[in-house]
Every structure is written in C-alpha cells, then in structure tokens.
C-alpha cells in the first residue's frame, strides 16, 4: 500500500514528461515537443524579439573568422543594414552574418527546395515535389554552377567569405536562438556552403524562367489541325508594343550564324494523345522603365523597377547597403546569394523585368529496351548517364530514384503506356556558367556608365532578364539579356525528336546581337514582359508575354514631362487594365439588351461605365472579372473537355478572345457543346451577363468589394496562417502595371533619380525580418498596400544621421 | 506557510536556471527537490505548484512585454485562436503542472523512504 502514492505520482509525472517531450500528430501535420516548445527560456517566447520604444539603440561587438579588417553595421530604421567595409571579402562576411541574422530559415528552405531535400523535413507529402525537382536537374546544375565559380578567384572568395558570415552566426546559436520555424518542424540548422548560395541562384533562376508549353502545344496542334492552332494561336499580337522596335539596328545580324543555322532541321515528334503531367509554368511579371533627363524635372534620369513575384513571408527580397573605399550600393538581394542584384550606386542604376521567352524544351527519347540505359540517336546507340537521387523522408523510408541524363537533358517524365520513350527536358540553366560569369554580373554594383553596364550584364547566364538602365551621365538603356537558344522557326514551339542531333540547340545568340536600345529619341525605355522585338527580329523566339501592362505603361510614359518621383509612383500604383477595356470594349456591345431584365440591364450600365481601373472598394472589378471568364470559359469549353480527360492544351489568351468576339462573332468555338442551339459571341455574352447577374443577387454585398472577392494574402512560406497576413486590402489586378493578384503582385517597388547623389525610394510587402516574432517582419505590408513608399538611406559613411540608425554591429578580426 | 515559500523558492530559482541554458524539464527537477526535501503536506505541493508557474508565467510575461505583444498574437492563433495573456496563462500553467507532479512524486519518494507521511 506504501507503494501506490510513488507508483501513481511516478506514472502521473511519467506521462507528463513523454506526453511533453513527444512530436505530436495533428492530421498530415506534426507538430514539435510541447514541452521544448512553449516554455519560455527556450521555447518560442525565445523569438519574440525586444521592441525598443525608448530609443535605445542596442550595440554588439563581433568576430567572424578570417575577418581582415574592422567592419562596422548600421541598421536603419527599416532594419536594412549598412555594411561600411575596408575590403570586398570582408563586407560579403558581414553580409552572410547579418542577412542568416535575419533570415536564415528561409535560406535554409530555400536550398532545400531547390536540392529537393524538403521531404527530409516536412515529410512524406512533399515527396513527389523533391523528386520532380531532381529530375529537372537543378540541383546538378548548381554543382555544376559552383564547379565553375570556383575557378574564378573573385568569385570563390566572394562566395566563401559569404559562407563564412553565414556559419559565424549558425555557431553563436543555442536551441533558445533558433529561427521559430527550426522548432516549429522539430530540426536544428546545419552549415552554410556556397553550393547553397548556388542552389537559391538556381532556385531563383527557375521561379523565374520557368515556363514552357510545348507539351500542351503539341496536343492543342493535334487536336486542333494546324490552320486552327495557328488562327487561336498567333506568335504576335498586333496591338503590342516591344520592348526593342526596329529601327532597321538589326539588318546584320545572324549573318555570323548562316552555318548554324543550315543544320537546323528540327523535327516535330508524332504528336502524343496520352495523359502528361501539366507544363511547368511560372507566370512571374515585373515592370521596369527608365526616363532621361529631358522628361524629369530634375534633368537626371529616374530608374523604376517593381519586380512581380509570388509574395510570401518572410519576404523574397532583402535589403542592403555595401559601403568599399571605391564604392557604395544599396539594392536588394534574395536571402542566401552575396552582393546586391537590383539597385544603384552614385552613377547607376538597374532593373530586372522577366524576358518571358520560353528557355526549355521537351524532346522524346527513343531506348533501345526496357532497362532504359541506353538510346538511340541518328541510328548511333548512346549510352544514358545515370544519377541516383537519395531522397531522405521524416518518419518515414529514403526512396531512391534513378534520373536518366541524355544529350537532350535530364528524363523528367516516364511514359506509362510506352516502355521504350521517354520525354527529356532541355532547360538553358542545365549548361554550365562561365566562371568568371558571377564577377562579371557583381561588377555592376560599382559600375560607373554604360560601358560598365554591358560588360556586367552578360554575367547575368541563363537568367533571362530584361535589364534597364540609367546613369547620373544622363544615359538609359535597356538590354533582353539572357542566354537564348538559337532556333529554326517554331523549334522548341512543340515536343521534338529526340532521336537526330539535328535537334539539339546549336549554341545562343551571340550578345552583341541581343535586343538593346540605348538613349532611344523618345526619351524612355520600359518593360512589362511583353514580346522583346517585334516580328522582324531575325531569330526566332515564342513564350508567354503580357498583353496589357506594357501599353499601359507606355501610353502613360509617352505624354508624360515634367517627371518627378511621385509621378513615377503613380504609374507604378495605376491599377488601370488595357486588357479589360478592350475586352469590355469587345463585349458590351454584342450583348442582346431586349433579352435582359431590369436588374440585368442595371448591370449592363454598371458595367458600362467602369473605366476598366480595378480599385479596392469597387464592385465593378469583381463583376466584370466574372463576366469575363463566364463567356470566356463557355467559349473554350472545347478545351475543358480534353483537360477534364488529363490531356493539357493551350488556352487561347485573352486578347485572342477580345479579338475574335469582335472580328468572328459566329467562330465555331462560341457554340456551347452542351445545348442543342448553335450558340453565337453574342448569345455567349447575354448569357454570361445572366449568369453574373444571378450571382450578384444572390452575393452578399461585401464579398463582391474587389479586394474581398480578389482574396489577396501573403502567406507564410510553410502556410502557417498565424504567420502570414491575410487582412491586406489592395487594388490591382495581375493585368495592371500595379499587378497585385491573389497571392502575386509588385515584390519590390523602387524608384531611383540619378544626379550628383541618388534619391531614392522603396517598398516591398514584408520586412527586413524573417521572425514573426519582430517588429521588422511584416512592418512594411501596410504601407506597399497603401501605395506609399520609404526614403532609402544611402550613406556614403558611418557617421550617417543617428536619428535613422537603429542597432549597431561592430565586427574585428580575430587574435 | 514557510514550506510554501520554501517551495515557491526552490521550483522558481531552480527553474530560472533554465536562462543559462539548461533544458525545459528542468522545472520537474526543481518540483521533485522541493518535494523530496521540504517538509509539509499540501503547503509544498501548492509551492511547488506556484513556483513554476511563476517562473514560467513571468519569464513568458516579461518577453511578451518587451516584444509588445507580436509573437503572442500570431503564436496564439497557432494554438487555436488564445489571446496573449491567455498564451502566457497556458505557458504559466504548464511549468506550474509540471512542478507540481514532480513535487508530488518527490514527496511520495521521501515518505516511503522516511516513512514520514507529513
């Protein structure tokens, strides 16, 4: 009887401690250790960081091995850090510790997604993600990258002295000082190396080049014929205004290529009738333009840049100022990779646009038998080269797959119903940089003029970028950077022939014959991913380009003198779509108005009158969106029919529709194959005018706000809504030159005027923190929602105005 | 009411050595000490109980309050939509539970090594 009050209080404290110490399972989640988890010496209290409200500016003295000279570390009151530096090396270490500072989790995740090493953390769900992603061969392709850079002296030092920054701080950390989501997912940080920095290069390169359609356009050409695919499908759209128009600059070009191109004689592959996996598509915009002195009050140029991505949080972009002897810049960068990839310094400045030319290309690979080691080329039996992928899975048992390297690129899809083809995917980031490629593209952070600019941008490799430029001398200029494969017309347009050389790619076009506008007479240049030429341009090249932002754009550029920074903005913040109003243009007038009740022709006037702006407290927006993808998607049921069946097509773009609605009301595609009548554009217009309507009274009234029926969130990285905001009201829709979309929108605005100093501005929708737990994690969301911008401190030296400095860092060498 | 504060002393400075780094069970070694060693019948126990609370709750209180309260309110709704004070509550009365198990099978282990039921 003793015993039973030990044997109770032991089992009792027993199951506490387990219960406490073990990984709980809630559904595909599981979360951390109670116990480890909420107390508050090591737990997640450990991350909520101080508030400072009494103007205590917190110092910290530091070391980071190999470390030369003294570096001292102004943050400003955006947490943006200023990093005065005696030597290049030295300002890359405090780089690496200052940005793993604030947000070494998502470096961390980030080199994981691009490696395909997720599954080790998240588990078995993730899966299919890191296999898909070893198979497209980005994770060879940064070894590859960091084979390369290392050869270069600049770039090896740059890149390790980074790491070094990176690892100094991972070794200062106890459990307590773990980033939130390290004990969230229950795992512990591991070293930095600069395959890492290469992988979240890689990983950046892919979110923004990846798009390619070929598979679905084969299918589309299949099922369509071809005077149908062209007639839905044009290479051009008449109302676009390019990037680079001809000026008659490009008559000599290819001239040097005539030998290349005599052996192009792709072929198209037999076109498949069977179930792929969707295209990999990242539809990723950006806007960048750049007005010479004559437009600007100042007489300077003014540079403007607001870069579209997927918005998360922490946020993609990270700021920061890098002061040398011999020069200063201030830019962004993502977190992970040295240096600063958009900015300016005291001469220049530049930005990035996405080309939006597909850079990747699907071609059928023909095996000699079923082991699927070797195959067959111009009638020679090749050998494949094979890399096994060990996939490590939490909880659960490694899976390795066998990805299969051929000279058209890695084996991504497996043909189920053929045991002897495959589809292999040739992607321009799988050839190796050149090494002194990373030297060459940092030299623009102290570049000086143009001349500087052309010989840094070439270092910028697979990236494909539309990159503008202004210098305080009073140059603009913009250049499609990139590496572009050299085609025979429409290659790469469908699933090739993998069995003939011929259809390899035959190297890039040579630099000096990329489109380039420089000092144009019209006093700006600009971009919005739209085509990069017009039609002339004598290579060939297809992809996904905008139709609406770029004009939109334009015509605002083209009227405007007088230019100042705020004028900038508000291009920047107009949420007009040339895209709705020539698509409203196109239907209004079709739809039968003696067909339509009263509230329906109530409707009808709304719609009438809308300018085609989509702003945040408006209902018209939401209406119209759901006007148009009603007809839109009763249209193109046809397309439905073979999507539903697992087959991907193309869909015809918007302005496509816009065009056929007004110049081939009676095409066979506005038949409903669903009713007995034969269905015209108007009768497709009058119904989805009644269909909308009856949504509309039925809504509540509130949810069809735009910016409530838009349903814009920047979510967590890992989808944790307690960290991610939900509440943001925004205007803008994707089509916008403000192209803030449900998820996706301006990730970076900044506008910089050139002049003896530069005067610049900026806003992104984040913070300079990746912890939820600080002040400086979202601090910014509201003002990018509201359209305001923050003055950017550029400081030429460390005695800047101590009423923006925040926090201090000191770092020397070691004894 | 001596054994109550002795109690409270131990768990809360014991527990307070978590800052220097030592793990979060800490907190059940202090309740088995104060426990095992003090005497008293349910004024330790309530010590113990106390004492870990406070050394939770305050540890949990005073970095919510220097970070005003952000990482409260997001780590709120991760655990179901608790307020900030309700969070610092939950952590309060997590390190007290602890304690107060450790206390009572520290307790249970002196009394059937001392034969002492007090």
Known sequence: MRFIPLIVSGALLAILLWGLSTPLSAGKNVLPPLGGFINPYSGFWANADPVYADGKIPAHTLSIPGLTGRVEVLFDEMQVPHIFAENEPDAYRAQGYVMARHRLWQMDISARQTSGRLAEILGDRVKSMDKMIRRRGLARAAEDDWAEYQKNEFTRTMMEAYTDGVNAYIHELSPADYPLEYKLLNYAPEEWTPLKSCLVIEGMIDALNKKDSDLASSNSLALLGRDTFDYLFPLWYPKQIPIVQDTGQWGGFKKDQQGLLSGLHYSLNEVPERVFASPFEAINGSNNWAVDGSRTVSGAPILCNDTHLPLRLPHVWYQLQLHLPDYTTYGINVAGVPGVVIGFNNDIAWGFTNVSQEVADWYKIYWTDATKTKYTVDGEVLEAELRVEEIKIARGETILDTVRYTIFGPVVYEDSADALCDYAYRYTTHDPPSADDLEHFFSINKGKNYSDYRRAIPGLDCLSQNVAFASAQGDIAITVQGNFPIRAHEQGRFLQEGNSRDNLWKGYIPQEELPTLYKPSRGFVFSANQHSTDPSYPYYYAGRFDDSRARQIYSRLKDMHQITADSMKTIQMDNRSLRARDALQAMLPLVNQDQLSPDEQELYEELSRWDARYLRDERTPSVFTMWLDTCYNYTWDEMDAHRMKGIPVLYPSIWKFSELLESDPGCVFFDYAATKEIEDASAVVTHGLKVVAAIVREMEPEKLVWHRFKKFAIMHTAQIPAFSRMDVVTDGTRHTPNATDSDHGPSFRMIVELGEHPVAWGVYPGGQSGNPGSPYYDDLVDDWAAGKYRKLNFWLDASADGKHITERMEFTPQN | ?118
């Open chain 2, 1 to 118: 009411m001596k054994a109550f504060v002795y109690a409270l002393v131990v768990v809360l400075a014991f527990s307070s050595l978590s800052y220097l780094g030592l793990p979060w069970w800490i907190v059940a070694f202090a309740g088995f000490l104060a426990g095992y060693v003090l005497i008293g019948r349910f004024t330790v126990l309530l010590g113990a109980f106390s004492g870990g609370l406070l050394a939770w709750g305050l540890a949990a209180y005073f970095k919510d309050r220097a970070n005003t309260g952000i990482l409260a309110e997001r780590m709120g709704e991760v655990f179901g939509g608790l307020g900030g004070f309700e969070l610092i509550l939950v952590t309060a009365f997590l390190g007290g539970l602890v304690a107060l198990a450790a206390c009572f099978f520290g307790r249970s282990l002196r009394i059937l090594r001392t034969g002492n039921s007090i």
